[in-house]
């Protein structure tokens, strides 16, 4: 089902969903049609075009287990849904937030910015921490409003016990909001099952889609205490009655969704998540922690090497990050790239990020360029 669809140029090896993904063919050709279609008739088809979206939100709404696509907002990206979050929920001065130290900037700058509204933006070391979620926990207190976690950290890797964090969270009255983008299309995600208030992802990364499309959930009993932050005219229960003066807010997840929609991404997301439906995510996420086991087994074999991932049971995801002793890490990367190896500099090491198709050959092929490139960087 999957073997055509990554017809990646021989001799690259992508090891770097955790970063950009490559699109899958059915993605490519979705946004070929769609490109043939605007060149010759322009927009001629529309009303399929909003059926493509209708069916991206069902989709994702699919995917995480929403009750219904009308919980699925598109946003541009994880930055801005988190953002959603940040400016439309109702703080008061001395509220704060908990969230892990080192988290990508998008769900680390957004609380900060937060300061002049007198909201307090508390971090955790979860690197340091022998446990993570207890650690966070800890932090909180009775002003805490939000814990703020990504699913899985984009640096170590790290995979967050999302169910323990959700049960404390729900029990102490604050809000779980869940920087999704390095779990969706890699893991199972069950939003429903676990309580999760809020989740954003952008389709880039383990959902092989294009930059710029991203999914927003808001528990829908949530949904009219965000206060909105964006308006336009796509954002209104009558959208499309451009002649009616008075409005309010989509009654949907549509509320936050401003303006016109990125068709072109939504035909390649639409084409991406299918894919990955199709496969199933019991199948996807077995497939990724083979292949993720089958890296550090051969990490493991280099000599003086070391996993900076965490690979107790049930904390590795679908990135691991290794180094060398003796050898300089941004060296080792930076050669690796021009060697065709795609992957990422993280956490004082490489960081690799097999997806489900990666076949054990290039992860072999990969492997060789490192052992060979880390006798330039340092290694004797
Ligand atoms: C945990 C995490 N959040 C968010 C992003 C990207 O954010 P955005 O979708 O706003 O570009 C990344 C990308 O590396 C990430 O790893």
Redesign the pocket.
Known sequence: MWHDQFPLRPGLVHLNH??VSPWPRCAHDAVVEFAAQNLAQGSLDYPHWVQTETHLREALARLINAASPDDIALVK????A?SFVAYGYPWRPGDNVVYPLH??P??RVVWESLAHRGVAARTVDIRQAADAEGALLEACDGDTRILAV?A???ADGFRMDLPRLAEACRRRRILLCV?A??QLGALPLDVRDLGVDFLA??G??WLLGP?GL?VFYCRPELRERLELTQFGWHMVEDMGDFDRADWRPASTARRFECGSPNMTAVHALAASVDLILAIGLATISDRISRNVNYLIEKINKIKGSFIVTRTQPGRLAGIVTFGVDGVDAPCLYRRLMTAEVLCAQRAGGVRLSPHFYTPESAMDEAMERVVRLSRDCGAG
């Open positions: 955790a970063g990206s994880t930055s801005e988190l988290e990508f998008s769900n990504s899985v950290q984009y920087d983008i390095q992802a952008d880039h990364k930059e991203g």
